[in-house]
T-cell receptor, first 114, second 113 residues
Framework: EAQVTQNPRYLITVTGKKLTVTCSQN?????MSWYRQDPGLGLRQIYY???????DKGDVPEGYKVSRKEKRNFPLILESPSPNQTSLYFC?????????????FGSGTQLSVL | AQSVAQPEDQVNVAEGNPLTVKCTYS??????LFWYVQYPNRGLQFLLK??????LVKGSYGFEAEFNKSQTSFHLKKPSALVSDSALYFC???????????FGSGTQLTVLP
């Protein structure tokens, strides 16, 4: 089954404790992206990757890191989480952004930073 | 910079009635427009997209959307709403030159039995 898999589904942590949210897709997609969803603000893009070893900042990249060492994986790293990073996070992938292929989304990671 | 506005946070409609979820956009150049739906505790799912051609596009689950260039709008419609259509709907836009989608703030659709 074609899917985007995020882990964990829920995460509670404390300020300053490094964490990683994993994202994996099994569709051989070139494009991958991370979004955060906050009430009243919709989805805002954190980082995206057009292909392996190619990453770019989205609209809200501060406090986040990503890497794309393999085509299927695109982990999101919070090296020193803060309470304002409490949010619902989604990973998404697409065969190609340039040709407007649809995005496939993971089920989300609800992060709480205390 | 591109932007998307969904002017209604909440839309309520009776089952069997037509529904409309509004979206307006602002971009430089030709826009590529999308609608996604989010059911509770799930990721977003693609509904439909407008790239070029016919201004009326049809998508999944009986939804359609009309591209209106003069009004810079891309409203989502369905002739007869179902209770199962109740969900959060997002409009998104990508200018031709951009490598990312910009999403609206979302509209919660509630279909009342």
């Amino acid at each position: 089954e074609a899917q985007v898999t995020q882990n964990p589904r829920y995460l509670i942590t404390v300020t300053g404790k490094k964490l990683t949210v994993t994202c994996s897709q099994n569709m051989n997609h070139e494009y991958m992206s991370w979004y955060r969803q906050d009430p009243g603000l919709g989805l805002r893009q954190i980082y995206y990757s057009m292909n392996v070893e190619v990453t770019d900042k989205g609209d809200v990249p501060e406090g986040y890191k990503v890497s794309r060492k393999e085509k299927r994986n695109f982990p999101l790293i919070l090296e020193s989480p803060s309470p304002n990073q409490t949010s619902l996070y989604f990973c998404a992938s697409s065969a190609s952004m340039a040709t407007n292929e649809k995005l496939f989304f993971g089920s989300g990671t609800q992060l709480s930073v205390l | 910079a591109q932007s998307v506005a969904q002017p209604e946070d909440q839309v309520n409609v009776a089952e069997g009635n037509p529904l409309t979820v509004k979206c307006t956009y602002s971009v430089s150049g030709n826009p590529y427009l999308f609608w996604y739906v989010q059911y509770p505790n799930r990721g977003l799912q693609f509904l439909l997209k407008y790239i070029t051609g016919d201004n009326l596009v049809k998508g999944s689950y009986g939804f359609e959307a009309e591209f209106n260039k003069s009004q810079t709008s891309f409203h989502l419609k369905k002739p007869s709403a179902l209770v199962s259509d109740s969900a959060l709907y997002f409009c998104a836009v990508r200018p031709g030159s951009a490598r990312q989608l910009t999403f609206g703030s979302g509209t919660q659709l509630t279909v009342l039995p």
